[in-house]
């Protein structure tokens, strides 16, 4: 069955830092797009960043500069590194593929989530 | 800063019909921005319905449709059904790898 399940989440205090796991089953990452979408508590979707199959990475305005997206095919797993978290980085952290045709410009696959809560 | 708009809440009967909108806080939305559009409900992973305007992903009722209305991306159901009450969002694809979520459109059916 194609899934994906994200792991990672936790307590982290306001600065700290994070790595956010998503394992694909039935598919390989690598030749996917490939996605991380945040909704905070009681709020709605935002997504958060793009990993091309190719490789090139984009980031929300949001969390630029702060947040890494990356793979590991070894793993076919995607990660979220998280530095300098703040207390609106609180979410449900969902890994999300994108769909096929790449063209299409979606997101089809939703893992069930991870939770993220900065707080001291 | 890109807002993506969408109605706050909307109420249908069952059987009824009912179109949500997604625009845009300056211009108008079209099939170049690839509009898709997703279903979520209360503590579970969004659920993808029509990507690129109004292609429908695969398991997904006839009864959704998307569409262009105007300068809005558009989502209509026909033919309501109880487990359509959900939360909807529409996202836009504004290129350059950027992705932009609607606030999203409480429905309920009753």
């Known amino acids: 069955e194609v899934q994906v399940v994200e792991s990672g989440g936790g307590l982290i205090q306001p600065g700290g830092s994070l790595r956010l796991s998503c394992a694909a089953s039935d598919f390989t990452v690598s030749t996917n797009n490939m996605n991380w979408v945040r909704q905070a508590p009681g709020e709605g979707l935002e997504w958060v960043s793009l990993?091309?199959?190719?490789?090139?990475?984009y980031y929300a305005d949001s969390v630029k500069g702060r947040f890494t997206i990356s793979r590991d095919n070894s793993k076919n797993t995607l990660y979220l590194q998280m530095n300098s978290l703040r207390a609106e980085d609180t979410a449900v952290y969902y890994c999300a593929r994108g769909g096929f045709p790449s063209y299409y410009f979606y997101m089809d696959v939703w893992g069930k989530g991870t939770t993220v809560t900065v707080s001291s | 800063q890109t807002v993506v708009t969408q109605e706050s809440s909307f109420s249908v009967s069952p059987g009824g019909t009912v179109t949500l909108t997604c625009g845009l806080s300056?211009?108008?939305?079209?099939?170049?921005?690839?509009p898709s559009w997703y279903q979520q409900t209360p503590g579970q992973a969004p659920r993808t319905l029509i990507s690129s305007t109004n292609t429908r992903s695969y398991g997904v009722p006839h009864r959704f449709s998307g569409s262009i209305l105007g300068n809005k991306a558009a989502l209509t159901i026909t033919g309501a059904q109880a487990d359509d009450e959900s939360l909807y969002y529409c996202?836009?694809?504004?290129?350059?790898?950027?992705?932009?979520f609607g606030t999203g459109t409480k429905v309920t059916v009753l």
């Open positions: 300056s211009g108008s939305v079209s099939t170049s921005y690839y």
């Open positions: 996202a836009l694809y504004m290129g350059s790898g950027i992705y932009v």
């Open positions: 990993i091309e199959s190719g490789g090139n990475s």
